[in-house]
């Protein structure tokens, strides 16, 4: 299996929020320490892309701010893709605290000949969970050329080998499970512990 780096990309404004969601209390620990939980028994290397490195100095985790700042999640990807000293990253949203562990290790088993590898649920698309190869980089330059800076545009001229839905239900009877991401307090479980 080929070494592949993950980034967390933490640079969301949280408006709708209200506050900085990637260190809200979320079963008393920040949300952002779920994922890295997560995440630590698959990768050697985790880093952090953030405007604000400095929050995050108490994980003792890289923290790298955009390279291009107020690009939105695509200047994250070119920033990880940038950064990363392997070939290949894993990226992922910092606000997704019931990330699959099992479900990423399929994913880093999949053959490194793709741009992009990315879930695709019921036509919806989760290039927050995603794998992006160095081979990205030309692609997501042109589209800022083009100031075009949805990541919908990078699939549309790379070489993307999506994970459908009989591939996810392997792993959650409802594949959306996999992706949960909190965007707003009402997205928390009721079971949760809020403070």
């Keep these: 299996m080929e070494s592949i780096e993950a980034f967390i990309l933490a640079g969301g404004k949280s408006s709708r929020f209200g506050s900085d969601k990637t260190l809200f209390m979320f079963k008393a620990k920040p949300l952002i320490e779920h994922v890295i939980d997560t995440l630590t028994p698959l990768f050697t290397s985790i880093t952090i892309i953030a405007n604000n490195p400095d929050k995050y100095a108490y994980l003792a985790k890289p923290v790298h701010a955009d390279i291009i700042p107020g690009l939105g999640p695509l200047g994250g990807i070119y920033t990880a893709l940038t950064y990363a000293k ?30 992009c590898i990315i879930p695709c649920w019921e036509g919806n698309t989760e290039p927050l969970h995603a794998i992006y190869s160095k081979s990205c980089l030309p692609h997501i330059q042109k589209l800022f050329q083009e100031k075009k800076y949805k990541i919908s545009y990078l699939f549309q001229n790379a070489d993307v080998r999506y994970i459908m839905d009989d591939e996810l239900t392997f792993y959650a009877e409802h594949p959306s499970d996999l992706f949960y991401n909190i965007n707003q307090k009402n997205d928390i479980p009721p079971d949760s512990s809020i403070q």
């Design 86 to 115: 392997t070939e290949s990253v894993f990226v992922c949203a910092a606000d997704m605290p019931f990330l699959n562990q099992e479900f990423i290790a399929f994913m880093l088993q999949i053959p490194p000949m793709y741009d």
